[in-house]
Structure formats: C-alpha cells, structure tokens
C-alpha cells in the first residue's frame, strides 16, 4: 500500500511509520520537521497554513490512504492543525476519490470539556465525518511506548522515582500501549474493515486505575522492580496541589481535563497481533 502519514515523526506516526515499512509498504511523511525523517519520503508541510484543498492535490497522487496524526497543544495553532488543515486535506481526499481516511483525536474531547484542545479536536473531527469518506477516528488515551514524547515521557519520569506519593482524590487515567495502537492502525487499513467509526483506545481493567498504577504501568514497561508506594496527606499534599504535582515538576501543562470515568477500549474490533496488508 502507499500511505501518506500526517504527523509521521511524532511518537505515534514514527511507530506506525516503522511497522509499515519493516512489512514493505511505501509511506510518505508530512511534517515540518525534515531532520526527524532523514531515511524517509518527507514533504515538509505546515499543516496549519496548507488551509487550500488544491495544494494537497499533489501530495496525494497515487495515495491508497490517509492517516491524520498530527496535532497540537498550548502555544502551537490547534485551530489550524486540527481544523482548517485537516479540513482542507479531507476535501482533497473527497476530490481525488481516496475513501480511507483514519484520525487521531483524543479520548474524552466528546465530552463537555471547555479547553481549546478538545473544542478543535470536536472540529477536527466533525470535519472528517462531514466528508463522503470511509473514515475511521481513534481516540486514544495517554500512550505509553518505549520512545519518550509528552505524556508518556511524563509516566517515564514518574517511574523512575524510588517512591511515589499518593495523592488522594486524583482522576483515573488508563493508558494504552504504543504497539496496540499500532495493531489497531493496521486493522483498520485493511480491505473490507470496518468504517465511519469512532473507538475510544485505552486499557481495560477492572477497576479504575489511579495515577499510581499509571506510574507503575510505565515501571513495568520499562522493564524496572518494582517501587514503593506512600500516601502523600496534610500540608504537603496542599503545598504539591491536588494532582497536578507531576505536571508542575516537569513543567507540563496538561491539554484534556482527565475525568474520574471508566472508559473501555473497543477491543472487540481489534485483532491479536501481527496484522499484515495487501502490498
């Protein structure tokens, strides 16, 4: 297949990026970042200003599909990103009869959530089911890989903590790891899969995990022992802030509320690894 892979140098279209190449297909990456792509086929593009469908006419000749991974967060143009550039490369899509079209958004943004990362995400979306295409939107929650990008370098730094602080009353997060979304992508760019469908990716637990269990999720990814656990309680819980301590450590501001809900992964759809395409 050939593939044009928006967002192609971040954590996630890196890995997709990789797992397609590694089973022969072609990829072309779209990023403003050449020097991240140097043994790659790279359009540098700026997304937020390629807002005229007829200048990503070009760019998908000879495309079979399309996945949109590119995105932003505080200080960059979400706006632009996530709304007209996206909304402008689905219309070259609609024009040039490409129907498969996959999106990454984020999980939670189709909630009442009143930031302007999930406002834009709605959008984004909104702007890809608009359009008379086979297109399926994921939305993962935070992704954890090997690789160290945003939120999962966060969790990195989180585990290798010897002790971690319990902090009461934090929401539930549950993360999913970097190779099952990467399984996902590949079933979804098969022939006949479904479409016009959008899945909440995450882990499935019984309970709600805490972002105790996050950290200890990346601990054991990481390969490291296990580490103790102590609750932090009276003033120096309030002079750390209720949940925010990590974020504020490392200087991260964090771009989607995380809501006390319990969200399942749609993993019925999803087959066990080691998917393969059609060349």
Known sequence: MHILLVGGTGLVGSAIHA??????????LVSRHPDAALHARHVTLDVARTTDASKWKGILAGVDAVI????????????GVHVAGSAALYTACESAGLRRV??????????DAPTDFSRTKREGEAALMARDLDWVVL???VVVGRPAYGGSALLRGLASLPVLPVMPDTAAIQPVYLDDVVETVLFFLQPGAPSRIALDLAAVH????SATRCRCFAHGYAGGPP???TCLVGRLRSLTGRGTW??????????????????????????????????
């Open 227 to 229: 580490t103790a656990c």
């Open 68 to 79: 949109n991974a590119a995105g932003a967060l505080q200080g960059q143009d979400m706006q």
């Open 206 to 209: 019984g309970g709600s995990p």
């Open 139 to 141: 939305r993962p929650s």
């Open 102 to 111: 996959i999106l990454f958004s984020a999980m939670g943004i189709d909630r």
């Open 19 to 28: 797992r397609l190449s590694a089973g022969g297909h072609e990829c072309v």
């Open 246 to 279: 990590p974020r504020c450590w490392v200087g991260e501001r964090p771009s989607v509320r995380l809501r006390r809900r319990k969200c399942g992964a749609a993993r019925s759809a999803i087959p066990s690894p080691g998917v393969s395409l059609p060349a």
